[in-house]
């Protein structure tokens, strides 16, 4: 029951922005869209969350679109140490429960290039 | 601020056998959640654990089975082990319900 749909791999040259991008066109409109990112098998990371207005920290910045029914994660400045897969994830609800959970795709492999 | 832990970091049992992975959550979460992710899939949700009950699952049978103590830690043990529950099981833990999840590293179970 994935709810997000993203390209399986991109290639980003180092220094350049990397604009990944992620369909999420059946999101309901309280269901917020995180992006993780995992390397080499390690435990996901944080990287950046938003329901609706664009979004930027340190890390990255998050552009979602009015109809909400996509968005794109912009890392500014990629560096070899970006490369990771990267997942784009919607929070739903557990019914019921007044809890959420994860629904995490495929997710984008990108591997950054010197 | 410690982060999650998990343990072991990787594991090796038979099929039919039992299996116990531990989760300490980070300092002052109190929800965890577990997910299984395959080889080269994304995470798949598990169960989620609040107040030391679980209030949330997901399409996985009654042989994946939790816990939570006082503490916020939390266990996941899977009974009749099958080749299929070969993977990193992943532990997240969250300050509140609304998500928010610090992963830990996971601990990569064998089924042979």
């Known amino acids: 029951d994935a709810k997000t749909t993203q390209p399986p791999s991109m290639d980003c040259a180092e220094g350049r922005a990397a604009n990944l991008p992620c369909n999420h066109s059946?999101?309901?409109?309280?269901?917020?869209v995180y992006w993780y990112r995992q390397i080499h098998s390690q435990g996901p990371q944080y990287i950046i969350h938003g329901l609706k207005n664009n979004e930027t920290n340190e890390m990255a910045s998050l552009i979602i679109t009015e109809d909400r029914k996509s968005s794109t994660l912009i890392l500014p400045h990629a560096t070899l140490r970006d490369t990771a897969v990267y997942y784009c994830i919607v929070r739903v609800a557990n019914l019921g429960s007044g809890t959420y959970k994860y629904i995490f795709g495929t997710g984008t492999r990108l591997k950054v290039l010197a | 601020e410690t982060g999650v832990t998990q343990s072991p970091t990787h594991l090796i049992k038979t099929r039919g056998q039992q299996v116990t992975l531990r989760c300490s959550s980070q300092?002052?979460?109190?929800?965890v959640s577990w997910y299984q992710q395959a080889l080269g899939q994304g995470p798949q949700f598990i169960f989620q654990?609040?107040?030391?009950?679980?209030?949330g699952r997901g399409n996985f049978p009654p042989r994946f089975s939790g816990l939570q103590f006082p503490n916020y830690s939390s266990e996941l043990n899977v009974n009749a082990l099958e080749l299929d529950d070969s993977a990193l099981y992943l532990c997240a833990s969250s300050p509140a319900l609304t998500g928010g999840y610090t992963f830990g590293s996971g601990t990569r179970l064998t089924v042979v």
């Open positions: 654990y609040y107040r030391e009950e679980e209030n």
């Open positions: 059946t999101i309901s409109g309280n269901e917020y």
């Open positions: 300092s002052g979460h109190n929800t």
